[in-house]
C-alpha cells in the first residue's frame, strides 16, 4: 500500500485518473438502492449506516476531500478485511464488501497513508444462501497460487541478492526485474500484512525524511544499482529483503481468502497499480522496468478472473466476454514491447505509447470493477 504518485504525463493522468473514478463499479438500480453511503473529507469519514446485516454490502464512497481516498474495512485486531484504494478527488465509487457478522471499523485515509478517522459498526446475522462450492474451490486455488508466486519471488530474489553481495552490478540489474514478478502478481495479499509491504517496496519519492532513515528493500537496491552504480555496503539490504519475504511466506498457511473481498476486489487493486504506477512511470524510477511489473499485476488480476470465470460466466455472460476481450486487448498491446526474455526500457516509450497503454488499461479497469458485485450475487 503506497501512496498514489502524482501523475506527471497528462494525457495518461486524465485516463488514470478516469479509471480511479470508473473502477467503483455498477451493479444496477437495486443495489445502488441498498448501498451504505460513505462520505470521507481530508479529516472525516461519515457512515450513514452503523447496524448492518451480515453478507453482500455495497458501500458508495464519496470522496469529498481534495486528496486522493483510500477506504478500508479493518477487523478488531485492525487487519484490513477488504479495502478500496485510489478514489480520486470529487468521485465516487461503489466498493463491495462481504461482512461476516462481528465488530468493525471503517477508514477513511486521506493521501492514502494507511491512518486516518474511522468509523465503528456492528454486523449481525448470518448470511443468506449456502454458498458456492466453486468459490470455495477457487478460494483455495488462489491460496495455492499466492503461496507458488511467492515462493518463485523468494528464490528469485535469493540470486539477485547473491549478485549483489558480489557487486555483480550488471549481474544484479539482470536478476532485479525478474525476482519482483511473483510479488507483483499477489501484492493486495501481501498488503493485507500491512507491515511487510513498506519494508519491501516502498519508494523513496513516498518517504518523509524521518521514513528514509529506515528506508529498505528492493527500491532502495534499485537506485543503489541504476544510479549509483554500485551496491558496495549494501548487503545487508538484500539479507533484509530476504528475511522480511520469509516472514510473509510463514504467514500465508493460515491465511484465509475470501472470494469477494481478496480476489475479485484484489484483481481490481493490482489494475489501479498499473493505473497509478506502471503506466506513468514512477514504479521502477531508475530501472525503467516498469513493464516487468505491468505484465505481473496484469497476470495476477486474469488469474483471479480465470478461477472465478465458471461464476462469472453463469451469473453474467456479457461481463465475462468483456472481460476476456480487454484482458486480450492488453496483452497484445504489451506483447509489442516484448524484448528477449523482457521488455523494453519504459523510459523508451513515448507519450502517445503510454496513453495507448494507459487506454487499455482503462478499458479492463471497468468490467473488472465489477467483479466484486458479480461474485457476490
Not at 521514513?211 to 537506485?223: A, C, M, V
Not at 481478496?262 to 516498469?290: I, P, Y
Request: charged share 30%.
Amino acid at each position: 500500500m503506497r501512496p498514489v504518485p502524482v501523475l506527471a504525463i497528462a494525457g495518461v493522468a486524465a485516463v488514470s485518473m478516469s479509471l480511479l473514478s470508473a473502477c467503483g463499479g455498477d451493479d444496477g438500480k437495486a443495489e445502488a438502492a441498498d448501498a451504505v453511503a460513505v462520505t470521507a473529507t481530508d479529516d472525516s469519514c461519515e457512515v450513514a449506516k452503523k447496524d448492518l446485516p451480515a453478507g453482500k454490502t455495497t458501500f458508495k464512497v464519496a470522496n469529498k476531500g481534495s486528496k486522493v481516498n483510500e477506504f478500508e474495512v479493518l477487523k478488531p485486531d485492525g487487519k484490513i478485511l477488504s479495502e478500496r484504494e485510489n478514489i480520486g478527488p470529487g468521485t465516487t465509487v461503489d466498493f463491495v464488501v462481504n461482512l461476516p457478522a462481528g465488530a468493525y471499523k471503517l477508514l477513511c485515509s486521506a493521501g492514502q497513508t494507511g491512518k486516518g478517522p474511522t468509523q465503528d459498526i456492528t454486523v449481525s446475522g448470518q448470511a443468506n444462501g449456502v454458498g458456492d462450492q466453486r468459490l470455495t474451490k477457487a478460494a483455495a486455488d488462489y491460496k495455492s497460487y499466492v503461496i507458488t508466486s511467492l515462493d518463485d519471488t523468494i528464490a528469485k530474489t535469493r540470486l539477485f541478492v547473491d549478485a549483489v553481495k558480489k557487486n555483480d552490478v550488471e549481474k544484479a540489474k539482470e536478476l532485479y526485474a525478474p525476482s519482483r514478478v511473483g510479488w507483483e502478481s499477489i501484492e493486495p495479499v501481501a498488503e493485507k500484512f500491512g507491515d511487510i509491504d513498506p519494508k519491501v517496496d516502498a519508494r523513496e519519492a513516498d518517504l518523509s525524511p524521518a521514513e528514509k532513515k529506515d528506508w529498505s528493500g528492493w527500491h532502495l537496491l534499485e537506485k543503489a544499482l541504476w544510479k549509483d552504480g554500485s551496491v558496495k555496503g549494501k548487503e545487508k539490504y538484500g539479507d533484509r529483503l530476504l528475511e522480511d519475504l520469509g516472514v510473509l511466506k510463514g504467514r500465508l498457511p493460515g491465511l484465509t481468502l475470501d472470494p469477494v473481498n481478496d480476489m475479485a476486489a484484489g484483481a481490481k487493486e493490482l489494475l489501479d497499480e498499473v493505473a497509478t504506477g506502471k503506466v506513468t512511470g514512477e514504479e521502477e524510477a531508475f530501472s525503467h522496468t516498469d513493464l516487468v511489473d505491468f505484465k505481473a499485476n496484469v497476470d495476477g488480476a486474469k488469474k483471479v478472473y480465470e478461477l472465478l470465470k465458471p461464476v462469472v460466466q453463469e451469473k453474467d455472460a456479457q461481463l465475462a466476454k468483456d472481460l476476456d476481450d480487454n484482458f486480450a486487448a492488453v496483452e497484445a498491446l504489451l506483447k509489442k514491447y516484448e524484448k528477449g526474455d523482457g521488455y523494453v526500457s519504459y523510459d523508451t516509450v513515448g507519450k502517445s505509447d503510454r496513453k495507448k497503454l494507459a487506454d487499455a488499461v482503462n478499458a479492463l479497469g471497468e468490467p473488472l470493477s465489477k467483479l466484486a458485485g458479480v461474485v457476490a450475487k
